[in-house]
Protein backbone atom coordinates (compact mmCIF):
# COMPACT_ATOMS: atom_id res chain seq x y z
CA UNK A 1 0.00 0.00 0.00
CA UNK A 2 2.88 2.02 0.66
CA UNK A 3 4.31 1.48 -2.34
CA UNK A 4 1.30 2.36 -4.29
CA UNK A 5 0.91 5.73 -2.81
CA UNK A 6 4.71 6.48 -3.37
CA UNK A 7 3.80 5.61 -7.05
CA UNK A 8 1.17 8.01 -6.78
CA UNK A 9 2.71 10.88 -5.14
CA UNK A 10 5.51 10.47 -8.03
CA UNK A 11 3.07 10.80 -10.81
CA UNK A 12 1.17 13.02 -9.80
CA UNK A 13 4.55 15.36 -9.68
CA UNK A 14 5.04 14.59 -13.11
CA UNK A 15 1.24 15.28 -13.90
CA UNK A 16 1.83 18.16 -16.02
CA UNK A 17 4.54 15.89 -18.22
CA UNK A 18 1.85 13.35 -18.53
CA UNK A 19 -0.94 15.44 -19.76
CA UNK A 20 1.30 16.84 -22.53
CA UNK A 21 2.73 12.86 -23.75
CA UNK A 22 -0.33 11.11 -23.28
CA UNK A 23 -3.01 13.80 -24.55
CA UNK A 24 -1.42 13.25 -28.57
CA UNK A 25 -2.09 10.18 -28.13
CA UNK A 26 -5.27 9.84 -26.75
CA UNK A 27 -6.79 12.09 -29.56
CA UNK A 28 -4.96 10.09 -32.93
CA UNK A 29 -8.44 8.54 -33.65
CA UNK A 30 -9.65 11.89 -34.53
CA UNK A 31 -7.62 12.38 -37.33
CA UNK A 32 -8.29 9.23 -38.74
CA UNK A 33 -11.77 9.13 -38.05
CA UNK A 34 -13.13 12.32 -39.78
CA UNK A 35 -12.31 13.81 -43.35
CA UNK A 36 -8.46 14.80 -43.69
CA UNK A 37 -8.16 17.82 -43.43
CA UNK A 38 -11.19 18.62 -40.76
CA UNK A 39 -9.70 15.83 -38.48
CA UNK A 40 -5.70 17.29 -38.51
CA UNK A 41 -7.59 20.55 -37.55
CA UNK A 42 -9.45 19.62 -34.80
CA UNK A 43 -6.31 17.38 -33.46
CA UNK A 44 -4.84 20.54 -33.25
CA UNK A 45 -7.22 22.05 -31.70
CA UNK A 46 -8.99 19.78 -28.83
CA UNK A 47 -4.72 19.36 -28.13
CA UNK A 48 -4.78 22.70 -27.48
CA UNK A 49 -7.91 22.77 -25.47
CA UNK A 50 -6.18 20.16 -23.15
CA UNK A 51 -3.22 21.61 -22.55
CA UNK A 52 -4.72 25.12 -22.00
CA UNK A 53 -6.85 23.61 -19.14
CA UNK A 54 -4.74 21.16 -17.93
CA UNK A 55 -2.22 24.34 -18.32
CA UNK A 56 0.75 21.01 -18.76
CA UNK A 57 1.90 24.38 -21.08
CA UNK A 58 2.42 27.60 -20.19
CA UNK A 59 -0.53 29.28 -21.88
CA UNK A 60 1.26 31.36 -24.35
CA UNK A 61 3.38 28.53 -25.37
CA UNK A 62 0.21 26.80 -25.74
CA UNK A 63 -1.04 29.49 -27.93
CA UNK A 64 2.17 29.15 -30.08
CA UNK A 65 1.49 25.56 -31.37
CA UNK A 66 -0.39 26.53 -34.35
CA UNK A 67 2.28 28.32 -36.02
CA UNK A 68 4.24 24.62 -36.02
CA UNK A 69 1.90 22.47 -36.50
CA UNK A 70 -1.03 23.70 -38.87
CA UNK A 71 2.07 24.13 -41.74
CA UNK A 72 3.37 20.59 -41.07
CA UNK A 73 -0.49 18.96 -40.68
CA UNK A 74 -1.36 20.87 -44.42
CA UNK A 75 -4.02 22.79 -42.97
CA UNK A 76 -2.55 26.32 -43.01
CA UNK A 77 0.39 27.95 -44.77
CA UNK A 78 2.74 29.67 -42.55
CA UNK A 79 2.52 32.79 -44.25
CA UNK A 80 -1.11 32.85 -43.06
CA UNK A 81 -1.33 31.43 -39.92
CA UNK A 82 1.66 33.76 -38.49
CA UNK A 83 0.42 37.12 -39.47
CA UNK A 84 -2.79 36.00 -37.31
CA UNK A 85 -0.71 36.87 -34.33
CA UNK A 86 -0.57 40.71 -34.39
CA UNK A 87 -3.99 41.34 -36.42
CA UNK A 88 -5.03 45.33 -35.53
CA UNK A 89 -7.06 43.60 -32.56
CA UNK A 90 -3.57 42.98 -30.81
CA UNK A 91 -2.50 46.63 -31.20
CA UNK A 92 -5.95 47.85 -29.74
CA UNK A 93 -5.48 45.78 -26.69
CA UNK A 94 -1.54 46.76 -26.54
CA UNK A 95 -2.38 50.60 -26.82
CA UNK A 96 -4.71 49.85 -23.64
CA UNK A 97 -1.96 48.13 -21.93
CA UNK A 98 0.40 51.09 -22.05
CA UNK A 99 -2.28 53.77 -21.16
CA UNK A 100 -2.69 51.80 -18.37
CA UNK A 101 1.16 51.60 -17.40
CA UNK A 102 1.12 55.50 -17.83
CA UNK A 103 -1.96 55.70 -15.31
CA UNK A 104 0.04 53.18 -13.19
CA UNK A 105 3.43 55.37 -13.51
CA UNK A 106 1.94 58.65 -12.24
CA UNK A 107 -0.49 57.61 -9.78
CA UNK A 108 -3.45 58.57 -11.29
CA UNK A 109 -5.26 55.52 -10.09
CA UNK A 110 -4.44 55.57 -6.72
CA UNK A 111 -6.05 59.83 -7.12
CA UNK A 112 -8.95 58.92 -8.44
CA UNK A 113 -9.93 55.47 -5.98
CA UNK A 114 -9.82 57.56 -3.10
CA UNK A 115 -11.81 60.10 -4.37
CA UNK A 116 -14.09 57.91 -4.67
CA UNK A 117 -14.08 56.31 -1.49
CA UNK A 118 -14.03 60.03 0.13
CA UNK A 119 -17.70 60.69 -2.22
CA UNK A 120 -19.40 57.51 -0.96
CA UNK A 121 -18.83 58.03 2.78
CA UNK A 122 -17.29 55.03 5.46
CA UNK A 123 -20.79 52.93 6.69
CA UNK A 124 -19.43 49.47 6.02
CA UNK A 125 -22.29 48.84 3.04
CA UNK A 126 -21.33 52.38 1.48
CA UNK A 127 -17.92 51.59 1.81
CA UNK A 128 -17.85 47.89 0.28
CA UNK A 129 -20.49 49.93 -3.10
CA UNK A 130 -17.13 52.24 -3.02
CA UNK A 131 -14.54 49.70 -3.46
CA UNK A 132 -16.88 47.95 -6.11
CA UNK A 133 -17.43 51.12 -8.14
CA UNK A 134 -14.01 52.26 -8.01
CA UNK A 135 -12.67 48.68 -8.66
CA UNK A 136 -14.67 47.86 -11.34
CA UNK A 137 -14.11 51.45 -12.92
CA UNK A 138 -10.69 50.93 -12.89
CA UNK A 139 -10.87 47.44 -14.47
CA UNK A 140 -12.49 49.23 -17.64
CA UNK A 141 -9.16 50.24 -18.37
CA UNK A 142 -6.62 48.32 -16.33
CA UNK A 143 -6.31 44.64 -16.17
CA UNK A 144 -8.52 43.27 -13.66
CA UNK A 145 -5.25 41.92 -12.01
CA UNK A 146 -3.79 45.45 -11.61
CA UNK A 147 -7.40 46.81 -10.55
CA UNK A 148 -7.70 44.47 -7.63
CA UNK A 149 -3.88 44.20 -6.59
CA UNK A 150 -4.19 48.15 -6.17
CA UNK A 151 -7.33 48.27 -3.86
CA UNK A 152 -6.92 45.25 -1.80
CA UNK A 153 -4.13 47.25 0.03
CA UNK A 154 -6.27 50.12 0.33
CA UNK A 155 -8.97 47.99 1.65
CA UNK A 156 -7.11 46.02 4.34
CA UNK A 157 -5.97 49.72 5.53
CA UNK A 158 -9.70 50.87 5.17
CA UNK A 159 -10.59 47.47 7.71
CA UNK A 160 -7.76 48.39 10.50
CA UNK A 161 -8.91 52.17 11.46
CA UNK A 162 -12.54 50.79 10.97
CA UNK A 163 -11.87 48.14 13.87
CA UNK A 164 -9.03 50.52 15.48
CA UNK A 165 -6.45 47.62 14.96
CA UNK A 166 -2.35 48.70 14.85
CA UNK A 167 -0.07 48.65 11.97
CA UNK A 168 -2.00 50.17 9.34
CA UNK A 169 0.83 51.89 7.10
CA UNK A 170 2.02 48.45 7.12
CA UNK A 171 -0.83 47.45 5.56
CA UNK A 172 -0.68 49.73 2.27
CA UNK A 173 2.15 47.91 0.66
CA UNK A 174 1.11 44.67 -1.13
CA UNK A 175 4.52 43.49 -0.55
CA UNK A 176 4.46 43.77 3.40
CA UNK A 177 5.54 40.79 5.21
CA UNK A 178 2.04 39.66 6.49
CA UNK A 179 0.87 39.38 3.01
CA UNK A 180 3.68 38.15 1.56
CA UNK A 181 4.02 35.28 4.00
CA UNK A 182 0.04 34.75 3.35
CA UNK A 183 0.59 34.52 -0.81
CA UNK A 184 3.10 32.13 -0.50
CA UNK A 185 0.88 29.79 2.07
CA UNK A 186 -1.32 29.86 -0.69
CA UNK A 187 1.28 28.91 -3.55
CA UNK A 188 1.37 32.18 -4.97
CA UNK A 189 3.57 35.06 -6.39
CA UNK A 190 4.39 38.54 -4.74
CA UNK A 191 4.82 40.62 -7.30
CA UNK A 192 6.72 43.94 -7.45
CA UNK A 193 3.86 46.37 -9.33
CA UNK A 194 0.27 45.89 -10.25
CA UNK A 195 1.04 45.44 -14.23
CA UNK A 196 3.43 43.14 -13.82
CA UNK A 197 0.23 40.93 -12.30
CA UNK A 198 -0.85 40.09 -15.60
CA UNK A 199 2.41 38.23 -16.39
CA UNK A 200 0.52 35.66 -13.41
CA UNK A 201 -2.40 35.41 -14.81
CA UNK A 202 -1.02 31.65 -15.55
CA UNK A 203 -0.74 30.76 -11.74
CA UNK A 204 -3.98 30.35 -9.86
CA UNK A 205 -2.91 27.41 -7.95
CA UNK A 206 -4.25 27.87 -4.38
CA UNK A 207 -3.33 24.80 -1.83
CA UNK A 208 -4.30 25.71 1.71
CA UNK A 209 -7.51 26.78 3.21
CA UNK A 210 -6.56 28.70 6.21
CA UNK A 211 -8.08 32.25 7.59
CA UNK A 212 -5.73 34.27 9.20
CA UNK A 213 -6.77 35.97 12.68
CA UNK A 214 -7.89 38.86 12.45
CA UNK A 215 -6.48 39.80 16.13
CA UNK A 216 -10.19 41.27 17.31
CA UNK A 217 -10.32 43.48 20.59
CA UNK A 218 -12.09 41.24 22.75
CA UNK A 219 -16.14 41.68 23.13
CA UNK A 220 -19.17 40.13 22.45
CA UNK A 221 -18.81 37.22 20.15
CA UNK A 222 -21.96 39.04 18.12
CA UNK A 223 -19.66 41.75 17.65
CA UNK A 224 -16.83 39.72 16.51
CA UNK A 225 -18.74 37.40 13.84
CA UNK A 226 -20.08 40.92 12.82
CA UNK A 227 -16.46 42.47 12.12
CA UNK A 228 -14.76 39.01 10.75
CA UNK A 229 -17.68 39.55 8.13
CA UNK A 230 -16.70 42.68 6.89
CA UNK A 231 -13.58 41.80 6.72
CA UNK A 232 -14.68 38.96 4.25
CA UNK A 233 -17.62 41.69 2.57
CA UNK A 234 -14.90 43.70 1.44
CA UNK A 235 -12.44 41.17 0.15
CA UNK A 236 -15.12 39.42 -2.11
CA UNK A 237 -16.38 42.60 -3.39
CA UNK A 238 -13.25 43.62 -4.85
CA UNK A 239 -12.03 40.49 -7.48
CA UNK A 240 -15.79 40.26 -8.09
CA UNK A 241 -16.31 44.27 -9.39
CA UNK A 242 -13.23 43.66 -11.51
CA UNK A 243 -14.05 40.93 -13.01
CA UNK A 244 -17.44 42.94 -13.72
CA UNK A 245 -16.02 45.93 -14.70
CA UNK A 246 -13.94 44.21 -17.11
CA UNK A 247 -16.47 43.66 -19.18
CA UNK A 248 -18.08 47.09 -19.96
CA UNK A 249 -14.48 47.74 -22.23
CA UNK A 250 -13.47 46.05 -25.89
CA UNK A 251 -10.23 46.45 -24.14
CA UNK A 252 -11.21 45.52 -20.00
CA UNK A 253 -10.36 42.06 -20.51
CA UNK A 254 -8.94 39.69 -22.89
CA UNK A 255 -12.52 37.49 -24.00
CA UNK A 256 -14.12 40.74 -25.45
CA UNK A 257 -11.09 41.26 -27.67
CA UNK A 258 -11.10 37.23 -28.51
CA UNK A 259 -14.66 37.74 -29.85
CA UNK A 260 -13.27 40.95 -31.89
CA UNK A 261 -10.78 39.69 -33.75
CA UNK A 262 -12.94 36.06 -34.20
CA UNK A 263 -15.72 38.28 -36.07
CA UNK A 264 -13.33 39.46 -38.50
CA UNK A 265 -12.18 35.72 -38.78
CA UNK A 266 -15.30 34.19 -39.27
CA UNK A 267 -17.25 37.04 -40.80
CA UNK A 268 -15.06 39.29 -42.47
CA UNK A 269 -17.80 41.53 -43.47
CA UNK A 270 -18.97 42.36 -39.98
CA UNK A 271 -18.27 45.85 -38.42
CA UNK A 272 -20.90 45.86 -35.60
CA UNK A 273 -19.21 45.52 -33.07
CA UNK A 274 -16.62 48.21 -31.95
CA UNK A 275 -15.34 50.07 -28.75
CA UNK A 276 -18.80 52.24 -29.07
CA UNK A 277 -21.66 50.28 -29.64
CA UNK A 278 -19.98 47.50 -26.96
CA UNK A 279 -19.72 50.05 -24.40
CA UNK A 280 -23.30 51.19 -25.02
CA UNK A 281 -24.22 47.32 -24.58
CA UNK A 282 -21.85 46.41 -21.84
CA UNK A 283 -22.04 49.65 -19.53
CA UNK A 284 -25.32 49.58 -18.37
CA UNK A 285 -25.59 45.59 -17.76
CA UNK A 286 -21.88 46.48 -15.55
CA UNK A 287 -23.90 49.00 -13.35
CA UNK A 288 -26.67 46.61 -13.42
CA UNK A 289 -24.79 43.67 -12.00
CA UNK A 290 -22.87 45.98 -9.69
CA UNK A 291 -25.95 47.02 -8.31
CA UNK A 292 -27.08 44.02 -7.81
CA UNK A 293 -24.20 42.17 -6.64
CA UNK A 294 -23.88 44.80 -3.94
CA UNK A 295 -26.84 44.44 -2.17
CA UNK A 296 -26.26 40.39 -2.22
CA UNK A 297 -22.87 40.83 -0.93
CA UNK A 298 -23.75 43.90 2.01
CA UNK A 299 -26.69 41.89 2.48
CA UNK A 300 -24.44 38.74 3.15
CA UNK A 301 -21.42 40.43 4.85
CA UNK A 302 -22.24 43.94 5.45
CA UNK A 303 -25.30 42.98 7.66
CA UNK A 304 -27.63 45.77 5.41
CA UNK A 305 -31.43 45.08 6.03
CA UNK A 306 -34.13 47.46 6.25
CA UNK A 307 -34.31 47.37 10.18
CA UNK A 308 -30.42 47.73 10.01
CA UNK A 309 -30.68 51.47 7.96
CA UNK A 310 -33.18 52.41 10.84
CA UNK A 311 -30.85 51.66 14.05
CA UNK A 312 -29.28 54.67 15.46
CA UNK A 313 -25.06 53.93 15.45
CA UNK A 314 -23.30 53.37 17.98
CA UNK A 315 -20.71 55.72 19.84
CA UNK A 316 -17.79 52.89 19.13
CA UNK A 317 -19.07 52.19 15.53
CA UNK A 318 -19.28 56.52 14.70
CA UNK A 319 -16.09 56.34 16.23
CA UNK A 320 -14.61 53.86 13.85
CA UNK A 321 -16.27 55.29 11.37
CA UNK A 322 -14.50 58.68 11.91
CA UNK A 323 -10.92 56.76 11.76
CA UNK A 324 -11.55 55.25 8.27
CA UNK A 325 -12.65 57.96 6.83
CA UNK A 326 -9.43 60.19 8.30
CA UNK A 327 -7.16 57.48 6.86
CA UNK A 328 -8.84 57.82 3.66
CA UNK A 329 -8.50 61.88 3.63
CA UNK A 330 -4.73 61.21 5.28
CA UNK A 331 -3.82 59.22 2.23
CA UNK A 332 -5.29 60.91 -0.62
CA UNK A 333 -3.40 64.09 1.15
CA UNK A 334 0.09 62.04 0.74
CA UNK A 335 -0.86 62.18 -2.66
CA UNK A 336 -0.09 66.05 -2.89
CA UNK A 337 -1.45 68.57 -5.22
CA UNK A 338 -1.90 66.99 -9.00
CA UNK A 339 1.12 67.49 -10.59
CA UNK A 340 1.39 68.35 -14.53
CA UNK A 341 2.37 64.57 -15.50
CA UNK A 342 -0.33 63.30 -13.56
CA UNK A 343 -2.69 65.94 -15.56
CA UNK A 344 -1.17 65.29 -18.76
CA UNK A 345 -1.86 61.60 -18.51
CA UNK A 346 -5.46 62.41 -17.44
CA UNK A 347 -5.88 64.52 -20.39
CA UNK A 348 -4.42 62.12 -22.89
CA UNK A 349 -6.83 59.10 -21.02
CA UNK A 350 -9.90 61.29 -21.45
CA UNK A 351 -8.70 61.25 -25.44
CA UNK A 352 -8.12 57.99 -25.74
CA UNK A 353 -12.16 56.99 -24.46
CA UNK A 354 -13.53 59.88 -26.49
CA UNK A 355 -12.18 58.84 -29.23
CA UNK A 356 -12.36 55.33 -29.55
CA UNK A 357 -15.93 55.82 -28.63
CA UNK A 358 -16.92 57.98 -30.92
CA UNK A 359 -15.15 56.49 -34.13
CA UNK A 360 -18.13 54.81 -35.15
CA UNK A 361 -20.69 54.68 -32.20
CA UNK A 362 -23.51 53.61 -35.03
CA UNK A 363 -26.47 55.82 -33.24
CA UNK A 364 -24.44 58.76 -34.91
CA UNK A 365 -21.86 59.60 -37.38
CA UNK A 366 -18.37 59.32 -36.26
CA UNK A 367 -14.96 60.62 -37.06
CA UNK A 368 -14.48 57.50 -39.47
CA UNK A 369 -16.86 58.42 -41.72
CA UNK A 370 -14.62 61.90 -42.38
CA UNK A 371 -11.64 58.75 -43.53
CA UNK A 372 -12.33 56.22 -46.58
CA UNK A 373 -14.04 53.46 -45.36
CA UNK A 374 -12.20 50.62 -43.80
CA UNK A 375 -9.21 52.77 -43.21
CA UNK A 376 -9.38 53.36 -39.61
CA UNK A 377 -10.16 51.06 -36.64
CA UNK A 378 -10.06 51.07 -33.08
CA UNK A 379 -6.12 50.20 -33.30
CA UNK A 380 -5.15 53.05 -34.96
CA UNK A 381 -7.04 55.21 -32.75
CA UNK A 382 -5.25 53.94 -29.69
CA UNK A 383 -2.29 53.69 -31.23
CA UNK A 384 -1.90 57.19 -32.24
CA UNK A 385 -2.78 58.82 -28.51
CA UNK A 386 -0.23 56.41 -26.71
CA UNK A 387 2.45 57.19 -28.92
CA UNK A 388 2.10 60.94 -27.41
CA UNK A 389 3.35 59.00 -24.18
CA UNK A 390 6.03 58.73 -25.49
CA UNK A 391 7.47 62.13 -26.05
CA UNK A 392 5.17 64.67 -24.29
CA UNK A 393 7.41 65.91 -21.31
CA UNK A 394 6.41 64.81 -17.91
CA UNK A 395 7.71 68.20 -16.45
CA UNK A 396 5.84 71.84 -17.54
CA UNK A 397 7.60 73.36 -20.26
CA UNK A 398 9.32 77.12 -19.30
CA UNK A 399 9.83 79.60 -21.93
CA UNK A 400 12.64 80.94 -19.57
CA UNK A 401 14.81 78.00 -20.04
CA UNK A 402 15.15 79.21 -23.39
CA UNK A 403 16.67 82.78 -22.45
CA UNK A 404 18.36 81.62 -19.40
CA UNK A 405 21.74 80.47 -20.27
CA UNK A 406 22.65 78.86 -17.16
CA UNK A 407 19.42 76.56 -16.80
CA UNK A 408 20.95 72.92 -17.12
CA UNK A 409 20.37 71.43 -20.72
CA UNK A 410 19.70 68.29 -19.30
CA UNK A 411 16.61 66.27 -21.68
CA UNK A 412 13.12 66.29 -20.09
CA UNK A 413 11.69 62.32 -19.54
CA UNK A 414 8.61 62.11 -21.24
CA UNK A 415 5.35 60.45 -19.85
CA UNK A 416 6.51 56.94 -20.00
CA UNK A 417 9.55 55.39 -21.50
CA UNK A 418 9.65 52.37 -23.63
CA UNK A 419 11.84 50.68 -20.99
CA UNK A 420 8.86 50.92 -18.28
CA UNK A 421 6.33 49.69 -21.03
CA UNK A 422 8.67 46.76 -22.04
CA UNK A 423 8.93 45.90 -18.26
CA UNK A 424 5.58 45.89 -17.57
CA UNK A 425 3.29 45.19 -20.56
CA UNK A 426 2.41 41.36 -20.38
CA UNK A 427 3.84 40.72 -23.88
CA UNK A 428 2.12 36.86 -23.26
CA UNK A 429 -1.35 38.10 -22.89
CA UNK A 430 -0.99 39.75 -26.72
CA UNK A 431 0.37 36.12 -28.10
CA UNK A 432 -2.62 34.17 -26.38
CA UNK A 433 -4.77 36.42 -28.49
CA UNK A 434 -2.84 35.87 -30.96
CA UNK A 435 -3.17 32.00 -30.72
CA UNK A 436 -6.95 32.15 -30.65
CA UNK A 437 -7.14 34.04 -34.09
CA UNK A 438 -5.03 31.32 -35.20
CA UNK A 439 -7.26 28.77 -34.40
CA UNK A 440 -10.14 30.56 -35.68
CA UNK A 441 -8.51 30.68 -39.29
CA UNK A 442 -7.46 27.03 -38.78
CA UNK A 443 -10.90 26.91 -38.58
CA UNK A 444 -11.62 28.43 -41.96
CA UNK A 445 -9.59 24.92 -43.27
CA UNK A 446 -12.90 23.31 -43.47
CA UNK A 447 -13.68 22.38 -39.91
CA UNK A 448 -16.29 24.98 -39.21
CA UNK A 449 -18.27 23.12 -42.27
CA UNK A 450 -17.98 19.53 -40.55
CA UNK A 451 -19.30 21.58 -36.73
CA UNK A 452 -22.10 23.57 -38.64
CA UNK A 453 -22.98 19.15 -40.53
CA UNK A 454 -22.93 18.26 -36.52
CA UNK A 455 -25.27 20.99 -35.19
CA UNK A 456 -28.05 19.64 -37.64
CA UNK A 457 -30.02 18.40 -35.15
CA UNK A 458 -30.04 21.64 -32.79
CA UNK A 459 -31.85 23.71 -35.58
CA UNK A 460 -34.96 23.07 -33.70
CA UNK A 461 -33.79 24.73 -30.21
CA UNK A 462 -35.45 28.07 -29.33
CA UNK A 463 -33.05 30.96 -29.64
CA UNK A 464 -33.64 32.35 -25.42
CA UNK A 465 -33.23 28.63 -24.79
CA UNK A 466 -30.18 27.97 -26.52
CA UNK A 467 -28.49 31.50 -24.87
CA UNK A 468 -29.80 30.41 -21.19
CA UNK A 469 -28.26 26.88 -21.69
CA UNK A 470 -24.83 28.40 -23.04
CA UNK A 471 -24.38 31.29 -20.71
CA UNK A 472 -25.05 28.84 -18.01
CA UNK A 473 -22.72 25.99 -19.49
CA UNK A 474 -19.65 28.84 -19.92
CA UNK A 475 -19.68 30.51 -16.36
CA UNK A 476 -19.84 27.58 -14.57
CA UNK A 477 -17.17 25.83 -17.21
CA UNK A 478 -14.49 28.80 -16.65
CA UNK A 479 -14.92 28.06 -13.26
CA UNK A 480 -12.07 25.61 -13.67
CA UNK A 481 -10.30 27.12 -17.09
CA UNK A 482 -8.76 30.49 -18.17
CA UNK A 483 -11.73 33.15 -19.07
CA UNK A 484 -9.35 33.46 -22.26
CA UNK A 485 -9.08 29.46 -22.99
CA UNK A 486 -12.87 28.84 -22.81
CA UNK A 487 -13.57 31.17 -25.37
CA UNK A 488 -11.13 30.51 -27.97
CA UNK A 489 -12.48 26.94 -27.24
CA UNK A 490 -16.78 27.73 -27.81
CA UNK A 491 -16.39 30.84 -30.34
CA UNK A 492 -15.74 28.58 -33.29
CA UNK A 493 -18.88 26.59 -32.56
CA UNK A 494 -20.99 29.38 -31.22
CA UNK A 495 -20.28 30.93 -34.93
CA UNK A 496 -21.78 27.84 -36.65
CA UNK A 497 -24.51 27.39 -34.08
CA UNK A 498 -25.55 30.66 -35.09
CA UNK A 499 -25.64 30.19 -38.81
CA UNK A 500 -27.64 26.55 -38.25
CA UNK A 501 -30.14 28.21 -36.32
CA UNK A 502 -30.64 31.53 -38.72
CA UNK A 503 -29.76 33.67 -35.96
CA UNK A 504 -27.48 36.59 -35.49
CA UNK A 505 -24.56 35.12 -34.21
CA UNK A 506 -23.95 37.93 -31.93
CA UNK A 507 -26.48 36.57 -30.22
CA UNK A 508 -25.10 33.58 -28.97
CA UNK A 509 -21.03 35.16 -28.84
CA UNK A 510 -22.01 38.40 -27.11
CA UNK A 511 -23.76 36.36 -23.80
CA UNK A 512 -20.66 33.48 -24.28
CA UNK A 513 -18.06 36.39 -24.47
CA UNK A 514 -19.50 38.15 -21.01
CA UNK A 515 -19.93 35.22 -19.32
CA UNK A 516 -16.18 34.35 -19.61
CA UNK A 517 -15.32 37.04 -17.19
CA UNK A 518 -18.32 35.64 -14.31
CA UNK A 519 -16.33 32.97 -12.72
CA UNK A 520 -16.82 34.22 -8.85
CA UNK A 521 -17.01 30.81 -6.75
CA UNK A 522 -13.05 29.70 -6.77
CA UNK A 523 -9.76 30.94 -6.37
CA UNK A 524 -8.67 29.29 -8.73
CA UNK A 525 -11.15 30.83 -11.09
CA UNK A 526 -9.52 34.23 -11.86
CA UNK A 527 -6.14 35.85 -10.65
CA UNK A 528 -8.05 38.67 -9.27
CA UNK A 529 -9.97 35.74 -6.88
CA UNK A 530 -6.70 33.81 -6.08
CA UNK A 531 -5.00 37.48 -5.04
CA UNK A 532 -7.82 38.18 -2.87
CA UNK A 533 -7.76 34.28 -1.17
CA UNK A 534 -4.14 34.97 -0.73
CA UNK A 535 -4.50 37.83 1.96
CA UNK A 536 -5.47 34.94 4.36
CA UNK A 537 -8.73 36.11 5.53
CA UNK A 538 -11.21 33.98 3.29
CA UNK A 539 -11.98 30.63 3.20
CA UNK A 540 -13.14 28.42 -0.15
CA UNK A 541 -16.69 28.04 1.28
CA UNK A 542 -16.84 31.60 1.35
CA UNK A 543 -16.14 32.43 -2.11
CA UNK A 544 -18.34 29.69 -3.02
CA UNK A 545 -21.59 30.89 -0.73
CA UNK A 546 -21.47 34.32 -2.05
CA UNK A 547 -20.36 33.34 -5.60
CA UNK A 548 -22.57 30.79 -6.65
CA UNK A 549 -25.66 33.44 -6.56
CA UNK A 550 -23.31 35.60 -8.60
CA UNK A 551 -23.18 32.98 -11.06
CA UNK A 552 -26.82 32.83 -10.93
CA UNK A 553 -27.25 36.77 -11.30
CA UNK A 554 -24.53 36.86 -14.21
CA UNK A 555 -26.66 34.29 -15.77
CA UNK A 556 -30.22 35.62 -15.27
CA UNK A 557 -28.92 39.45 -16.28
CA UNK A 558 -26.92 38.17 -19.38
CA UNK A 559 -30.30 36.81 -20.98
CA UNK A 560 -32.52 39.85 -19.95
CA UNK A 561 -29.71 42.31 -21.90
CA UNK A 562 -29.12 40.44 -24.53
CA UNK A 563 -33.01 39.90 -25.39
CA UNK A 564 -34.06 43.92 -24.13
CA UNK A 565 -31.32 46.77 -25.20
CA UNK A 566 -28.96 44.82 -27.37
CA UNK A 567 -31.60 43.59 -29.82
CA UNK A 568 -31.28 47.57 -30.60
CA UNK A 569 -27.58 48.02 -30.03
CA UNK A 570 -26.74 45.06 -32.50
CA UNK A 571 -29.93 44.71 -34.26
CA UNK A 572 -30.31 41.59 -33.29
CA UNK A 573 -34.00 40.27 -34.77
CA UNK A 574 -32.36 39.77 -37.78
CA UNK A 575 -30.44 37.46 -40.20
CA UNK A 576 -27.27 39.63 -41.11
CA UNK A 577 -26.53 39.51 -44.96
CA UNK A 578 -22.71 38.63 -43.74
CA UNK A 579 -24.07 35.69 -41.82
CA UNK A 580 -25.74 34.55 -45.18
CA UNK A 581 -22.82 35.05 -46.85
CA UNK A 582 -21.05 32.76 -44.54
CA UNK A 583 -23.91 30.17 -44.89
CA UNK A 584 -23.95 30.24 -48.43
CA UNK A 585 -19.89 29.66 -48.64
CA UNK A 586 -20.34 26.86 -46.16
CA UNK A 587 -23.20 25.46 -48.44
CA UNK A 588 -21.47 25.47 -51.74
CA UNK A 589 -18.23 24.08 -50.29
CA UNK A 590 -17.35 20.91 -52.16
CA UNK A 591 -17.56 18.05 -50.08
CA UNK A 592 -13.82 16.84 -48.91
CA UNK A 593 -12.05 13.66 -49.38
CA UNK A 594 -12.84 11.48 -46.56
CA UNK A 595 -10.23 9.09 -44.85
CA UNK A 596 -12.50 6.49 -43.55
CA UNK A 597 -15.40 5.74 -45.76
CA UNK A 598 -17.17 3.90 -43.20
CA UNK A 599 -17.21 6.63 -40.35
CA UNK A 600 -17.79 9.13 -43.97
CA UNK A 601 -21.14 10.05 -42.96
CA UNK A 602 -20.22 12.05 -39.96
Same mark, same amino acid.
Given at each position: ?????????????????????????????????????????????????????????????????????????????????????????????? =??? #??? @? +?????????? !?? &??? /???????????????????????????????????????????????????????????????????????????????????????????????????????????????????????????? =??? #??? @? +?????????? !?? &??? /????????????????????????????????????????????????????????????????????????????????????????????????????????????????????????????????????????????????????????????????????????????????????????????????????????????????????????????????????????????????????????????????????????????????????????????????????????????????????????????????????????????????????
Amino acid at each position: MAALAAVAKKLWSRRRLLVLLVTPLALLPVVFTLPLKEGRCLFVILLMAVYWCTEALPLSVTALLPITLFPLLGILQSSVVCPQYFLDTNFLFL =SGL #IMA @T +AIEEWNLHRR !IA &LKI /LMIVGVQPAWLILGMMVTTSFMSMWLSNTASTTMMLPIAIAILKNLFDQKETQKDLNWESEENAAAAQAKGLQTVPTEMQCLASTEDKDCREEAEAPLDLPAGSTKEEERRRNIWKGFLISIPY =SAS #IGG @T +ATVTGTAPNL !IL &LGG /LKSFFPECDVVNFGSWFIFAFPLMVLFLLVGWLWIAFLYAGMTLRGWRKKKSEIRAGAEDRARAVIQQEFQNLGPMKFAEQAVFILFCMFAILLFFRDPKFIPGWASLFPAGFTSDAVTGMAVVTVLFFFPSQRPSLKWWFDLKAPNTETEPLLTWKKAQDTIPWSIILLLGGGFAMAKGCESGLSTWISDQLHPLENVPPMLAVLIITSVIIFFTEFASNTATIIIFLPVLAELAVRLRVHPLYLMIPATVGCSYAFMLPVSTPPNSIAFASGHLLVKDMMRAGFLMNLMGVLLLNVAINTWAQTIFQLGTFPDWAHDHLANVTVLPTPSVANGTLGTL
